[in-house]
């Protein structure tokens, strides 16, 4: 059984592809779970994707995350920046987080500069656009790799 990756997506990032394409460009949500499809088995990875406009829909999420997943991968969109329920979420999970943003937001406003899911994430990859989730697949699928290696080496 391939390791399972749950990718979560917050609020507006059902727009991309329509919402401000100066700065999140044209590709859709739909364009980059495909993506992340492909990608995923390719690395022998298995995804569930998921977005939620809602903060409690994505904490809900996450705490089932713990079992069932063995790494997330997490574009909180502005809850980015004001969650503490999703960054206690993400602690309770105990899984590696990978977090990911289409724009690169140091180049942006101050306020985005400030990453509450930075404080747990295992590493970050923005500012570019929906391939950010597919580098974000690969180090998971490296996380992954080393993890078992370092549980029986020698088998991999
Ligand atoms: C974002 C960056 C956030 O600051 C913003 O609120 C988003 C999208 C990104 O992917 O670049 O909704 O997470």
């Known amino acids: 059984m391939h390791p399972k990756i749950l990718v979560l997506n917050g609020p507006n ?25 492909r990608r995923a088995s390719a690395l022998e990875l298995e995804v569930e994707f998921r977005q939620s406009n809602h903060e409690g829909e994505l904490v809900g ?10 790494a997330m991968i997490v574009n909180a969109g502005a809850y980015t920046h004001s969650s503490i329920a999703i960054l206690d979420a993400l602690a309770a999970a105990d899984l590696p987080v990978i977090e990911v943003h289409l724009s690169n937001i140091f180049r942006r406003e101050a306020f985005r500069h400030h990453s509450y899911v930075s404080t747990i994430a295992r590493g970050m990859v923005c500012g570019f656009g929906g ?20 549980k029986s080496p020698g088998t991999t």
Do not use: K, S
């Not at 999420?61 to 063995?70: P, V």
């Open 13 to 37: 990032l059902n727009l991309l592809g329509t919402r401000e394409p100066t700065i999140y460009g044209r590709t859709t949500l739909v364009d980059i779970e495909e993506a992340c499809r």
């Open 61 to 70: 999420w996450i705490q089932q995350a713990r079992g069932t997943y063995q």
């Open 131 to 150: 391939f950010g989730y597919e580098l974000a697949l690969e180090a998971a699928a490296q996380l992954l790799r080393l993890a078992a290696e370092a």
